[in-house]
């Protein structure tokens, strides 16, 4: 049995980027898919601060040339339309890039993972790991089933875990922490016709609050728009996050009802359970989780696929270097670890921020003073993780959205406070 030097299991974003860093090292590098590409994915809007990744990868002229519509902003509006606030990504604090993409996911993976492949990658579709055994001092051992339910095993030096919310390795381990104060379903669909922007304000992702949750609208290429709305599971009272519940909301939604007054459902309504959670490690003895079967962070602020492709460059960094010295155990790891644990607080922080009134009314009535909203600008960017010009201004935001709760320093966004708020306390 050939032994490679890294089993990676998944080939979403975080997959397909680490292998390819990996094999672009000489490593040899074996990547488990349990789908065949391509294949839905929920998740289409990247942020700024990705394309420079996409660059390094050596994909970002082929997404360039794909068609996806450029986003150059992040706007926010209130459910009856009345409110509204659009972040554009050039006006942030850190000089970084100034526009992100919306895309197909099944399209964009498509292309990572076929760059992982013309790396050296040998990739194999349609497996699905399904055992990992780390008795062998020298080697992990995996099982995995094919297509036609033959079971074929694996080995290498090292195992990666990039199986998204499928969790393969730390779903065995039972090391996930789910965060309680985001216990959230979503429920979406495709449409075409929607209303859109022109001009540069065409790729925009448009939040839209309602006082049980939020909504994307993501516009993407070919007049397609992408819908969905997310909230605390409570918010289903009772019902299933079904084709009638999602109609009902969309149509109640002034907002909402007004863009797609037009538009054709083009996809089933679909649902995906939207815990946020995190591990209680990272990295151990010859075995890291990256991307989303790491941690995974409630999707408002679009922050995903970054955090699953930056992890993929600093877990390739310790990884190659753990390789050439032969020392694969968790202390080579730390440096991806203490990344990974402080861009997930850092982000989990933010959103749960978003959830509270006080929070979101600062955020729809953003200060210029201090470069405060150009300071959030760059958290929406992705630029939110070493920067101190960020840090020390999201700081001071959040005093103020404290402040906000008991002195009314903002207006007040109607139907918000007397909302239960996502956190499940009346405000
Ligand atoms: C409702 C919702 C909306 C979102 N919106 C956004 C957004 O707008 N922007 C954004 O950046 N992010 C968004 N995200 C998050 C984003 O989708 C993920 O963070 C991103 O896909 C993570 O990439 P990944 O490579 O870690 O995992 P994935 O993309 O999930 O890839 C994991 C791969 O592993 C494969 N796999 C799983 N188990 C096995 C196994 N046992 N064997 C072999 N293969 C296996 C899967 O088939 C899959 O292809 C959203 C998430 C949700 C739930």
């Known amino acids: ?77 209130t459910g009856d339309g009345d409110l509204y606030r659009r972040y554009p990504f050039a006006e942030g604090v850190v000089d970084g890039y100034p526009h992100a993409f919306e895309v197909d996911r099944a399209e964009f993976d498509s292309l990572l993972l076929e760059n992982a492949r013309n790396s050296g990658v040998v990739v194999r ?71 859109r922007g022109s001009g540069k304000a065409e790729g925009d992702i448009t939040i839209v609050l309602v006082p049980g949750g939020w909504w994307w609208v993501i516009p993407l290429s070919g007049g397609r728009t992408s819908v969905g709305l997310v909230g605390p599971a409570t918010m289903l009272a009772g019902c299933k996050p079904d084709e009638t519940f999602f109609l009902e909301r969309l149509s109640e939604t002034p907002y909402l009802a007004r863009r797609f007054s037009d538009a054709t459902r083009v996809a ?19 075995w890291l989780l990256a991307g989303d079967a790491a941690g995974f962070v409630d999707p408002v602020f679009s922050t995903g696929v970054h955090l699953g492709l930056e992890g993929a460059f600093r877990a390739a960094d310790c990884l190659d270097r753990a390789l050439s010295r032969d020392r694969l155990g968790a202390s080579s790891f730390r440096a991806y670890e203490r990344w990974l644990g402080k861009a997930l607080r850092v982000y989990a922080d933010f959103v749960r921020g978003f959830y509270r009134p006080e929070f979101a009314e600062v955020m729809m009535y953003p200060s210029d003073r201090l470069q405060l909203r150009q300071a959030v600008t760059s958290v929406l960017s992705g630029y939110a993780v070493g920067y101190p010009a960020v840090t020390w201004r999201v700081a001071i935001f959040k005093a103020i959205t404290r402040l906000n709760r008991k002195h009314r320093l903002t207006p007040r966004i109607r139907g918000r406070r007397e909302a239960v708020s996502y956190l499940g306390a009346r405000v």
């Open 268 to 286: 089933p309504v679909r649902a995906a359970s939207d815990y946020s959670y995190t591990n209680d490690r990272y990295a151990g003895d010859r």
């Open 125 to 195: 579709q349609g497996v699905c790991a399904e055992d990992a055994d780390f008795d062998d001092p020298g080697s992990v051992r995996l099982a995995a089933r094919d297509s036609s339910g033959a079971v074929i095993r694996f080995a290498a030096r090292f195992l990666v875990d990039a199986s998204g919310q499928d969790s393969f390795l730390a779903r065995r381990m039972r090391s996930r922490r789910m965060d309680p104060s985001l216990k959230h379903v979503a429920v979406f669909s495709h449409y075409d016709g929607a209303q």
């Open 1 to 77: 049995m050939e032994l490679f030097d890294a089993l990676v299991v998944g080939g979403g974003p975080a997959g397909s980027a680490l292998s390819t860093l990996l094999a672009r090292r000489g490593r040899r590098v074996l990547l488990l898919e349990k789908e065949e590409f391509p294949r839905f994915h929920i998740g289409e809007s990247l942020l700024p601060g990705t394309v420079p990744l996409l660059d390094r990868l050596g994909v970002g002229d082929a997404i360039r040339s794909a068609g996806f519509l450029e986003k150059h902003a992040a706007e926010f509006v």
